[in-house]
């Protein structure tokens, strides 16, 4: 009986983060695409690509969070001294 070969599956999605770099947990809004359209433009205008970011840093700053700003690539925190407007 001939051995048959085996492909390896290829994993799929994103790699796994190094320890320590993950969120503890997710917060999910629900809003209308108009509010969503709002706060994509509001990235933008900030000069953010990623607009989960540009939420993350507003909403820090609102909780007046002591890191009051966005993590940088090297891990460190940028500080915003960006007020939130309100919509």
Same mark, same amino acid.
């Given at each position: 009986?001939?051995? *048959?070969?085996?492909?390896?599956?290829?994993r799929? #999605?994103?790699?796994?983060?190094?320890?320590?770099?993950?969120?503890?947990?997710?917060? *999910? @809004?629900?809003?209308?695409?108009?509010?969503? +359209?709002? $706060?994509?433009?509001?990235?933008?205008? /900030?000069?953010?690509?990623?607009?989960? /970011?540009?939420?993350?840093? $507003?909403?820090? $700053?609102?909780?007046?969070?002591?890191?009051?700003?966005?993590? *940088?690539?090297? #891990? #460190? @925190? +940028?500080? !915003?001294r960006? *007020?939130? !407007?309100?919509?």
């Open positions: 009986m001939p051995k *048959t070969l085996r492909k390896s599956k290829s799929r #999605g994103r790699k796994p983060m190094e320890p320590g770099k993950s969120r503890a947990s997710v917060l *999910t @809004v629900r809003m209308q695409p108009a509010e969503r +359209e709002s $706060i994509d433009a509001a990235a933008a205008r /900030d000069g953010v690509a990623v607009v989960s /970011d540009w939420v993350r840093s $507003i909403l820090l $700053i609102a909780a007046g969070h002591a890191s009051l700003g966005k993590e *940088t690539e090297g #891990g #460190g @925190v +940028e500080p !915003q960006r *007020t939130p !407007q309100r919509m």
